[in-house]
C-alpha cells in the first residue's frame, strides 16, 4: 500500500495525488489507484479493469487519440547518463507525434489504461514499487502494451517502463526511446 502517490504535489497544493494498493497472489495482481481529488477509483481484480466513479464502475479503454504522453523525471534514473527520458522533450520528432506532460504519480499510469493518456514513459525503478505495481497491473488488465524502456518485459530487462495505449503508440515511443539512449562511441 502506498498512502500516498504524488507526496511533493500533495506538499505543495497540486491535485495530482494517488492512493495505490496492490495484492500480489497466484502470480496475479489485483490493484486500485484512487484520486482523492475526483473521488475516482482505478481498479482492476487482474483480468478486467475499470473506472469506479459515483458508485458505478465503466470498463477502462485505452485510447492513443488524445496523443498526450506523460514523462516521469523524478530521480533516480538508473540507465543515466546513456539513457534520460528528458531527452524526449527536445526531440522534434517526439514533439511532433506527441505532446508531452510531465506528471509523478500514479495516476498518470492509470490514465493510459482509462484512454485519458496515449502513454507513459518512466526510466524509475519498478521493483517492489508500489507506484508502478497498480498502474502496470491496471494497463495490462485494460489491454494496453506495456514493457521495459528497451521492449524487453517489465522487470526483466533495463528497466524503467513504456505503457502505450495501443501497440502502434508503443512501437513508436519505443523508437524514440531508442533513439536517446547514448551510445559508447567505439574506436
Known sequence: MDPLCGTLNFAVGTHLVAVNVALREHGRTTAAA?????????????????????????????????????????????????????????????????????VSTTLAVAWVAAGRRAGYVTDGRLVDSVHFTAGIALCEAAGCTVTDLRGAPVHSGAGGLIAAADAGTHARLLDLVSRQEIRPVRR
Not at 477502462?60 to 547518463?81: C, E, G, I, M, Q
Open 34 to 102: 484512487a484520486d482523492p481529488y475526483t473521488g475516482e477509483t482505478y481498479w482492476t481484480d487482474g483480468t478486467a479493469a475499470h473506472l469506479r466513479r459515483d458508485g458505478r464502475d465503466t470498463p477502462l479503454a485505452p485510447s492513443a487519440d488524445s496523443r498526450l504522453v506523460d514523462l516521469n523525471l523524478d530521480p533516480p534514473h538508473p540507465n543515466a547518463p546513456a539513457l534520460r527520458v528528458a531527452r524526449l522533450l527536445t526531440d522534434p520528432d517526439f514533439e511532433s507525434a506527441f505532446r508531452p506532460r510531465v
